[in-house]
């Protein structure tokens, strides 16, 4: 896996990290609602993201017939979280999506076989930590 891939990925928890911190410590440098709705459209970008992979492998290696139906859902959940539900709900189904998406890429996801391990370990790291920041601002909600 490229060395750029995995800085990148890590770089991406910067905001939820961040973000978290800022909510949950009430820190001055933007007021808590900017804060926690910055988090959670950030969160729904993100989560439209891993849909991509799946987009890119069905149009060019498709693995099963469903597969291009589920590159989409990331995008389309994120989007209609942040119309229709408050805050805490679109947290915890932004949060759901991201444990969802990893089960999905484990099942379904073609890697080379030297990514894998790497790909599928970062991806439970990353997940993990987006998990657990949504998991403190929900609380603070």
């Not at 597969?67 to 932004?94: C, D, E, H, R």
């Not at 969802?100 to 080379?112: A, G, H, R, T």
Request: proline share 4%.
């Amino acid at each position: 896996m490229p060395k750029q891939a995995t800085i990148l990925g890590y770089l991406g928890l910067i905001p939820f990290i961040s973000l978290m911190i800022h909510t949950v410590l009430e820190l001055t440098i933007l007021n808590t609602v900017q804060a926690s709705m910055a988090f959670v459209q950030y969160s729904a970008i993100i989560l439209s993201f891993f849909g991509g992979v799946h987009w890119y492998q069905a149009l060019t290696e498709p693995k099963n017939g469903h597969q291009v139906y589920v590159a989409m859902l990331p995008s389309i959940i994120g989007w209609v979280a942040l119309l229709i539900f408050n805050q805490k709900i679109t947290l915890f189904v932004l949060s759901v999506s991201y444990l969802l998406i990893l089960m999905y890429d484990k099942y379904y996801l073609s890697l080379p076989k030297d990514m894998v391990i790497h790909y599928t370990k970062m991806r439970l790291i990353l997940t993990s930590v987006v998990i657990f920041t949504h998991m403190m601002m929900i609380l603070k909600h």
